[in-house]
Nanobody, 124 residues
Framework: QVQLVESGGGLVQAGGSLRLSCATS????????MGWFRQAPGNEREFVAA????????YYADSVKGRFTISRDSAKNTMYLQMNSLKPENTAVYYC?????????????????WGQGTQVTVSS
């Protein structure tokens, strides 16, 4: 039904910026919700941000508020994550996810479609 492909990861110095993209190839439903998660080696996958496709309401983990911005371009079926003031501890594989819900899940189990991930490395 839905296929997600992340891009935009790479190597950046601490304090720098990076923009991730998540392109979708399937059609969305009215209750469509999309989010970004990240996972460092040995750690659990953690919530970063989410957005409602209809209306564009956004939600963020406390650790990224004020530094990261989630957005979407409905015409391009693409979601973005603008990451500013990056820190070495932000190094992880970043995944985009999609689901259908009346609320915005913060747990990975709340999403049913996942991309393959893109590596973000922040050097000090």
């Amino acid at each position: 039904q839905v296929q997600l492909v992340e891009s935009g990861g790479g190597l950046v110095q601490a304090g720098g910026s990076l923009r991730l993209s998540c392109a979708t190839s399937g059609r969305t439903f009215s209750r469509y919700v999309m989010g970004w998660f990240r996972q460092a080696p040995g750690n659990e996958r953690e919530f970063v941000a989410a957005i409602r496709w209809s209306g564009g309401s956004t939600y963020y983990a406390d650790s990224v508020k004020g530094r990261f911005t989630i957005s979407r371009d409905s015409a391009k079926n693409t979601m973005y994550l603008q990451m500013n003031s990056l820190k070495p501890e932000n190094t992880a594989v970043y995944y985009c996810a999609a689901g259908y819900s009346d609320y915005v899940p913060r747990a990975p189990s709340g999403y049913v479609y996942w991309g393959q991930g893109t590596q973000v490395t922040v050097s000090s």
